[in-house]
């Protein structure tokens, strides 16, 4: 399997040897706006429920004013075939609010959706608020722990002689972000994220993400991203662990 991830990872060292830009490209760059726009298309190789090799696009909208708020939606759609047979077809939304991200104390508000043909995932809603405690936060350089609460929705397809389900459970939230510029043009970023089930702890969502983004000019990006992914009590016949390993060309204006 190791030798299955080579290729991206390759395709991610390669960018960040030769594409950095120099440390004056950011001077370079144009004051920007409030509103971002930008574009994902990657490769992703993936290992756990599925094995295969596919395409991905991404779509994401964001207000950002540090000083007042912050507002991001971004749209994900994911589909693969392998040997003829439809190995992947999956899509998910997300819309965050986040009051005053500078101060120490910033409230946020959080609504996802998610549909996963190979997880069995008809649809997973969930929405929750809290706050962020920003123990670092500047250009540059972000360090963010995360609580609140979560209810989530979750509709599961029938499959076999498993049945369809539905279920609703109130969770923990809770977040650790971690943002660095290495030099100019080269961010590296971390994020870990556990929710477990109030009504019983052993029910937890799980998730564990890297990523690395090399500029290679002021509106196109490199970033090669590895994701962990656990759901503890998955649908029956489906595993617990999903790991996805994506590089691809990130596009912004």
């Known amino acids: 399997m190791q030798r299955r991830h080579n290729r991206p990872l390759a395709l991610g060292f390669l960018a960040l040897a030769l594409a950095a830009p120099g440390p004056d490209a950011a001077a370079q760059a ?3 706006g409030p509103w971002r726009f930008g574009t994902e298309i990657a490769f992703t190789d993936i290992s ?10 991404t779509f994401t909208v964001a207000r ?4 007042a708020f912050n507002l991001d939606f971004k749209l994900e759609a994911r589909y693969g075939r392998s040997e003829h047979v439809e190995a992947a077809r999956s899509a998910a939304a997300r819309v ?16 996802d959706w998610e549909y ?17 405690l920003n123990l670092l936060f500047r250009e540059g350089a972000r360090t963010t722990v995360s609580l609140g609460l979560v209810e989530e929705y979750v509709a599961t397809a029938a499959a076999g ?7 609703s459970d109130t969770r923990l939230h809770s977040r650790l972000a971690f943002l660095r510029t290495l030099r100019t043009g080269v961010q590296v970023e971390a994020n870990l994220k556990y929710q477990p089930a109030t009504a019983q702890m052993g029910d937890y969502l799980f998730k564990a993400d890297g990523a690395i983004r090399v500029a290679l000019s002021s509106s196109l990006s490199w970033r090669t991203t ?26 912004s204006w």
């Open 64 to 67: 950002q004013t540090p000083e």
């Open 96 to 111: 965050r609010f986040d009051w005053t991200p500078r101060a120490t104390f910033s409230p946020f508000l959080g609504l």
């Open 30 to 32: 144009a004051p920007r």
């Open 116 to 132: 996963d043909r190979m997880r069995r995932i008809d649809s997973r809603v969930s929405g929750g608020l809290g706050a962020n």
């Open 161 to 167: 002689t498993s049945p369809a389900t539905t279920k």
């Open 226 to 251: 590895y994701v962990w992914y656990r759901d503890s009590r998955p649908a029956p016949g489906v595993g617990k662990d999903d790991r996805t390993l994506t590089t691809g060309l990130l596009i």
């Open 48 to 57: 756990g429920n599925r094995q295969l090799q596919l395409f991905q696009s």
